[in-house]
């Protein structure tokens, strides 16, 4: 399981106990998107090889 918590600078994240940052550059880097243009879906498949991708997206800019 994996917890992201998102806020304007970056992401926390939770994944199988170990807890990070993904920061605001280094998402937009791997994404090449705006931040804000960026969805949960991304961010999840940034941290997790394989994930299970269920709902509808949502921007961070709709979370933040």
């Known amino acids: 399981m994996t917890a ?3 806020d304007e600078t970056g992401v926390d ?14 998402i ?3 994404t090449r998107k705006s931040y804000v ?3 949960d879906h991304e961010v999840l498949q940034i941290v997790e ?4 991708l ?3 997206p949502r921007r961070i800019g709709d979370i933040v």
Not at 13 to 26: A, C, I, M, P, W
């Open 49 to 52: 090889e394989s994930p299970s």
């Open 54 to 56: 269920s709902g509808e």
């Open 28 to 30: 937009e880097e791997a």
């Open 13 to 26: 994240v939770v994944h199988e106990g170990t807890e990070f940052r993904l920061e605001k550059d280094l």
């Open 4 to 6: 992201l918590s998102f």
């Open 37 to 39: 243009d960026v969805t």
